[in-house]
């Protein structure tokens, strides 16, 4: 069944800020169950397991472990069509204008392989060959079964253009099937397909991308892709590896870490995120500036999935309830949009943020909660909480949205903008799924509405103070250009997080903490 367009509207609106009014004094019983309603129960017990927070702590790359290793250091390729094999140990780069491909002796978890390209400037302009149909090896790197992957200090520019075929380029660098991938202090400039990005990593273990920039063409801004991490099972998009032997799988992927990076300046279509990341156990995403990324795709798409319409299991259970804790923190996002479809998981903490000029349209779904906290807002784009998909359809799962404990709390933010026609575009009750308290609305006028409902059974609130009373939402916040210092003395435990990451109420430091991006780039500043 699909779930008509509509109901993507409905979908932020019932995940509702709806933070019930909690007295500052009210016990930690009545709190937890004032911020955590009651979940329904599915036939399929979909409630988010218990997850406990852990900070991706990468091992530091290449390890001291004698593994049978590849260096390509200092050198420049023009790659022009899709390579051959380089054999574990090789000592030579290829030079007749191929990929450099890398397979392993073994699957990723019993793999003895180590991979170094550092300092190198890869020019692709795939020329020959089947453009039309997908083939990983039109990546200027393509690795899979090795333990390790180290690119470091590399340049990657495609040059793609709008009317290429759509997969001529399927990315700069693929990794399947690899214990442990870093890629740090690389550039990525123009055009890959519309599926996936610049440095795709699938089915893989510890995975670390820091001081990276991706860059438009300065030619054009038909331009689309970033970072892609996923698991290949569920809704990983990707092929299967090792599914006739799951003893071989690396998974649950990650964990991931992404930090000080700049992903800017596109203008993809389809599957061009700037930072997907697909079901990852945990996932941090800190100090990276996302801005002008605008078409039909997201700066951010997160989720936790795996259910794969039930018809994969592992270890004889559905595919579910995989996805770990994802944070996102001190970034700064401007000109575009995010999807979060968080899924049976942990939950995604987005916090400490800054945003401009940003639209949100997460559609939740299966004991998935986001929470959006501590942040300010600006400049807005139409309703600051709205599921509307603006006319881009697909992406709604059959299982509907807003479904088996499903949430959005919202909490210690500051909103600043030009009033907007209707502060929230909802289809469904807003009551239970959607939590908010603590905020402040700094509008420059009245908005016309406070609730608009465009059907599926939400009610329409013509003002803050019927928000309040019909909701139990925003008992607590305020309109005006007061500040969070309003808050600094409530107590934590007001807001119970996810795998005991600790609430801060209050003001906190948002935004970038250092300089984003590798240096010697246009990031780095």
């Not at 979909?46 to 702590?57: D, E, G, L, M, S």
């Not at 054999?87 to 170094?116: C, N, Q, V």
């Not at 520019?157 to 009317?163: E, L, P, T, V």
């Not at 990707?238 to 203008?267: A, F, N, R, W």
Request: glycine residues 12%.
């Amino acid at each position: 069944m699909k779930i008509p367009r509509t109901l993507f509207v409905t979908l932020i609106s019932s995940l509702g800020l709806a933070l019930v009014p909690i007295p500052l004094a009210a016990s930690s019983a009545e709190v937890e169950a004032q911020f955590h309603p009651p979940e329904t129960k599915p036939d399929a017990d979909t409630t988010p397991k218990q997850i406990v927070w852990t900070a991706p702590n990468p091992e530091p790359l290449p390890t001291s472990e004698r593994l049978t290793t590849v260096t390509i250091s200092n050198k420049t390729f023009e790659i022009t069509k899709e390579g051959k094999n380089i054999a574990p140990g090789a000592t030579a780069a290829p030079t007749d204008g191929g990929s450099l491909i890398f397979y392993g002796t073994g699957a990723g978890r019993e793999s003895k392989e180590r991979l170094i390209v550092e300092n190198c400037t890869f020019v692709m302009d795939f020329k020959e060959g089947n453009l039309k149909g997908w083939n990983v090896k039109r990546s200027a790197i393509y690795v899979q079964g090795y333990k390790e992957v180290i690119v470091r200090g590399c340049k990657f520019i495609s040059k793609g253009r709008a009317g290429d075929p759509v997969r001529k380029t399927a990315a700069s660098i693929t990794a399947y099937d690899c214990l442990q991938v870093l890629v740090e202090d690389c550039y990525f400039e123009g055009k890959t397909n519309w599926m996936r990005g610049h440095v795709t990593v699938y089915c893989s273990g510890p995975t670390t991308i820091r001081r990276c920039e991706v860059a438009g063409s300065p030619d054009e801004k038909a331009c689309g892709g970033g970072f892609w991490i996923a698991t290949g099972l569920g809704e990983g998009k990707i092929g299967v590896m090792h599914q006739d032997d799951p003893s071989k799988m690396i998974y649950p992927i990650g964990p991931l870490l992404i930090e000080d990076c700049y992903l800017h300046d596109q203008q993809g279509n389809f599957n061009t995120d700037a930072i997907y990341i697909q079901s990852v156990h945990n996932f941090l995403v800190r100090n990276t500036r996302i801005e002008n990324w605008r078409q039909t795709d997201a700066m951010m798409d997160l989720g936790a999935r795996d259910t794969a319409n039930g018809k994969r299991k592992w270890k004889g259970e559905p595919l579910i309830n995989h996805g770990g804790i994802g944070v996102i923190e001190n970034c700064e996002f401007s000109n575009g949009f995010f999807k979060v479809s968080v899924g049976a998981a942990g939950g995604v903490i987005f916090r400490n943020n800054v945003c401009s000029d940003v639209y949100f349209m997460p559609y939740i779904f299966d004991g998935g909660s986001w929470y959006i906290l501590s942040s300010e807002f600006s400049n807005m784009s139409g309703p600051f909480i709205t599921c509307s998909d603006k006319g881009m359809g697909g992406w709604t799962p059959k299982e509907g949205m807003l479904i088996n404990g499903a949430k959005m709390v919202w909490g210690n933010n500051i909103i600043r903008m030009k009033a907007p026609p209707a502060v929230i575009l909802a289809n469904r009750p807003l009551k239970e799924v959607f939590l908010a308290d603590y905020n402040i609305y700094d509008f420059d006028g009245a908005p016309n509405a406070w609730v608009v409902s465009k059907g599926g059974g939400a009610e329409n609130c013509a003002t803050f103070e019927e928000w309040q009373q019909k909701t139990g939402n925003d008992a607590h916040s305020v309109l005006g250009s007061k500040t969070l210092d309003a808050f600094a003395r409530v107590p934590p435990e007001t807001l119970p997080l996810p795998g005991g990451i600790p609430m801060r109420f209050g003001p906190v430091k948002t935004g970038l903490v250092r300089p984003v991006g590798p240096a010697g780039t246009s990031a780095a500043r």
